[in-house]
């Protein structure tokens, strides 16, 4: 991962047989899957899953992707996949990184960029809207709470 962020989330996946491609590695655009199920979990974490967002009168279209294969995922392959939140004040960017739990090797890691835009009028917003901000900002304070109590 480029830089661990303020706030993560990770999710833990079996490579399956139908991920996989004629030459027994995973495909590469399973991987992207793979970082959509982990950037769910972190938007779940902060309380705003799907349905909080569709409530907020936002979406958040992905507008950027970047990927960089390291090392290939086989069929069976436990892999740990973690999004972690790097940027949030006028656009969203989340860093991904993709491990074998077995062995710790980095498989894959990636940074998508997204931009929040009106529900009704699709029109682009250039600083991010309070909905989010509010769940950001209340995970932070939640996490320095727990790094005092430590």
């Not at 661990?4 to 999710?11: D, Q």
């Not at 507008?63 to 740990?80: I, Q």
């Amino acid at each position: 991962m480029r830089k661990e962020g303020a706030i993560s989330a990770s999710i833990d996946v079996t490579v399956a047989f139908h991920d996989i491609d004629i030459i027994g590695v995973m495909w590469h655009g399973h991987y992207l899957k793979y970082f959509e199920s982990a950037r769910w979990a972190l938007m779940d974490h902060l309380d705003f899953g799907y349905d909080a967002m569709a409530a907020s009168g936002y979406a958040w279209p992905i507008v950027e992707m970047h990927v960089k294969y390291l090392h290939a995922a086989r069929m069976g392959d436990r892999l740990s996949v973690r999004a972690s939140l790097v940027e949030w004040h006028n656009r969203v960017v989340m860093n991904y990184l993709i491990t074998r739990i077995a062995d710790s090797e980095r498989l894959a890691r990636a940074q998508s960029v997204q931009a929040a835009v009106d529900a009704k009028t699709h029109a682009l917003q250039f600083v991010t809207p309070q909905p989010l901000l509010e769940r950001v900002e209340r995970a932070l304070r939640a996490r320095a709470t727990d790094h005092r109590e430590e």
